[in-house]
């Protein structure tokens, strides 16, 4: 008896599991993908960045190593559609965790981190809008007394 309530648990859990999407499988299907305009800044181009571009003021900025910008808008509408519900089904995993979640009737705002400690080494915000969805993805190591001194900063 106790084999098969164990089998029962156990497969309603990878029943429950199943239909979850972590952000790692929804960016490898990205890249994949036609029509997706993704441009990539290095950690070369981001020093020169802040070397010419005055960001070494800003904290998070100094923290900040390479990003990648992921432009949806010249995608076909049933893609746009997919990812919307992926969006939604979207779960923390992989050493990732929702950090701030919005959701405004279609358009939807998710930053998701992945941290060691209490340092954040990547952070992926998920715009997703009806007709111009775009994930923007930041590498690095920024500090959470940078994040607190940034909205201090602006919080006035």
Do not use: W
Request: charged share 30%.
């Amino acid at each position: 008896m106790k084999k098969y309530l164990f089998c029962s648990v156990f497969l309603f859990g990878i029943i429950l599991a199943a239909p979850a999407q972590n952000i790692d499988q929804l960016l490898k299907k990205l890249t994949k993908t036609e029509n997706i305009e993704k441009v990539k800044i290095g950690k070369f181009m981001m020093s020169l960045g802040k070397a010419f571009g005055g960001a070494g003021d800003i904290p998070v900025a100094r923290g900040i190593h390479s990003m990648e910008i992921y432009d949806l808008s010249s995608c076909d509408n049933g893609l746009k559609k997919d990812l919307a519900k992926q969006f939604n089904k979207l779960k923390d995993g992989g050493g990732y965790e929702t950090l701030i979640y919005a959701k405004d009737k279609s358009d939807g705002v998710r930053i998701m981190v992945k941290k060691d400690k209490d340092t954040i080494k990547e952070m992926i915000i998920l715009c997703m809008d009806e007709h111009d969805p775009a994930i923007i993805r930041f590498s690095g190591k920024i500090k959470d007394n940078d994040i607190a001194e940034l909205v201090n900063k602006y919080d006035k």
